[in-house]
């Protein structure tokens, strides 16, 4: 092996949007929108607070409901999966109760 010397500078690509630091989403059991429509939405996950008490389901589109995504309390859901991003709108629901969010995109 050789010894490596030298300066590395990282040059980090520009955030798609101003949600990158995070946002926190209160969500009840009247489906509410998590993450609005993005065109330029390079990536985002949305995570469930290990906290919750409940399910979040979580629906690619408008109008959540218990029939959709389940997002168990601590879990992620990353929307860019093998190189597709979905850059619709994200609507969650809970199963009971008040539930929190956390939700970054880029």
């Known amino acids: 092996t050789q010894p490596v010397s030298g300066t ?4 980090p690509g520009a955030s798609a949007s101003a949600n990158n630091t ?3 989403v209160s969500v009840g059991t009247s489906s509410v929108t998590a993450l609005a ?6 990536a985002a996950t949305i995570y469930a607070s290990p906290s919750n ?3 979040v389901y979580i629906k690619l ?5 218990s029939s ?15 190189g597709a991003v979905y850059t619709g709108v994200v609507d969650a629901i809970a199963a ?7 939700v970054v995109e880029w």
């Open 61 to 65: 589109g408008a109008t959540a409901t």
């Open 96 to 102: 009971s109760g008040t539930q929190s969010l956390s």
């Open 22 to 24: 995070g946002a926190a």
């Open 53 to 55: 008490t409940a399910v």
């Open 37 to 42: 429509s993005y065109a330029s939405r390079k």
């Open 8 to 11: 590395v500078t990282a040059n």
């Open 68 to 82: 959709n995504f389940p997002l168990n309390p601590g879990d992620s859901l990353p929307l860019n999966q093998g």
